[in-house]
């Protein structure tokens, strides 16, 4: 949250300090109800410690639809934009989001345009947000702009959720595998070392493989950890440059069963913005390169650059997207039709409707396969270390016998 440095008289005389809020307005209220009488107020530069880090939007996708949702009815029922943005920001439970709308009320106040005011903040709003805004101001239909970003939001997230529902199940148990694994290495194994030193005689070679294991695993736990943590920055670091994310994105793609699913996911996203931005009257280039931007897969991202291009230069859309693996010829020949046809919008918005039902249909089939492969690999790997515990047991049993 924003800090403001000040100066000014009370009862007692000067007066400065600091003080935290939402925006410069605030603060002043703020201060004024200390009876603190302002005299110079400015807002200090953030820090690293002062600093939010966040990934991504700050704003719950959820929380961004209710609030779309609720705008619109306000509008409807006769409510000016600025009273809405009063009532909203008081009413969301989204610390950001309420933070961004006060200092939206603000410049709204001092006679900015929503889309100006909202383009401020555009770790909040998105360039789609922005200029289908932008579009309902001028078309006089607000309301209507909000309720189609609503629904936009909305068929996103569900499509979103979707595919984390589908990857979570594995990423889970293999978690818990190896967090199992490093368990037994470590404290459980050990235990038996001394008992088979005692034994003598030759152990079985899976045997010695899991006792060398745990004696790595004790005495370099550490690398382990940080094997882990390099990993994780490696992927982040990645992801944050554009040119090596795309290499990223490209092995993501080619990936066996769940690159299908993510490529089907990042055309029922792109198809379903530019459907929702050609239908709000955002001009065809400026959609293009909302969409470049917000596409999140870089692979994509540049046949977009490339429709665009050709699309400036007086040639199809299309041309780029049916030389690229990445879109199959189903995407490329509707659009195809929509462009002949000048019904854009409405071919992109079947092509969302179809890979939208095609991420959901996908990702129900995978979860139903991969829980039985998952409970497979857990237990073999569990089974492994048994075994090579319980092998030479049975030899000491028989010796002893």
Request: glycine content about 6%; overall charge positive.
């Amino acid at each position: 949250m924003p800090r403001y440095k000040y100066s000014g008289r009370d009862r007692k005389g000067k007066k400065s300090g600091i003080v935290t809020a939402v925006s410069k307005r605030e603060a002043m209220l703020q201060l004024k109800e200390s009876g603190i009488r302002v005299q110079d107020i400015q807002e200090m530069p953030e820090t690293f410690l002062t600093k939010e880090i966040t990934i991504g939007n700050p704003v719950k996708l959820q929380d961004f639809v209710i609030y779309l949702r609720q705008f619109a009815t306000l509008l409807k029922a006769g409510v000016t934009v600025v009273e809405s943005t009063a009532i909203l920001a008081k009413q969301t439970e989204s610390k950001a989001l309420k933070r961004a709308l006060i200092a939206v009320e603000q410049d709204l106040r001092d006679g900015l345009p929503l889309s100006d005011a909202a383009s401020r903040h555009k770790k909040i709003f998105s360039g789609m947000f922005v200029n289908m805004i932008k579009a309902g101001e001028a078309g006089g239909n607000m309301d209507e702009t909000l309720e189609r970003l609503a629904v936009h939001y909305e068929k996103q997230h569900y499509t979103k959720q979707k595919i984390i529902s589908a990857l979570a199940y594995p990423i889970t148990v293999g978690i818990i595998a190896i967090a199992v694994v490093i368990f037994l290495l470590v404290s459980v194994v050990p235990t038996f070392v001394e008992m088979f030193n005692d034994f003598g005689g030759e152990l079985p070679a899976i045997t010695q493989f899991v006792l060398c294991s745990s004696e790595y695993m004790q005495q370099y736990w550490w690398f382990v950890i940080i094997l882990f943590l390099a990993v994780f920055t490696g992927i982040v670091l990645i992801r944050n440059n554009k040119a090596s994310k795309y290499y990223l994105d490209y092995f993501l793609l080619r990936m066996p069963i769940f690159g299908k699913i993510l490529q089907k996911a990042a055309i029922a996203r792109m198809t379903r913005t530019l459907s929702s931005l050609f239908t709000s009257s955002v001009p065809i280039l400026q959609a293009l390169s909302i969409v470049e931007s917000i596409v999140e897969n870089e692979v994509m991202a540049k046949v977009i650059a490339k429709s665009r291009d050709s699309l400036e230069q007086g040639n199809s859309l299309t041309e780029p997207m049916k030389k690229h693996w990445v879109f199959p010829p189903l995407v490329s020949h509707m659009i195809a039709i929509g462009e002949e046809s000048g019904s854009l919008d409405a071919m992109l918005g079947k092509v969302a409707d179809f890979y939208e039902k095609e991420v959901e249909s996908a990702t129900d089939r995978l979860k139903s396969l991969i829980e039985p492969l998952m409970i497979v690999f857990l237990a073999s790997i569990v089974g492994t270390i048994v075994t090579s515990i319980m092998v030479p047991m049975f030899e000491i049993f028989q010796h002893v016998g």
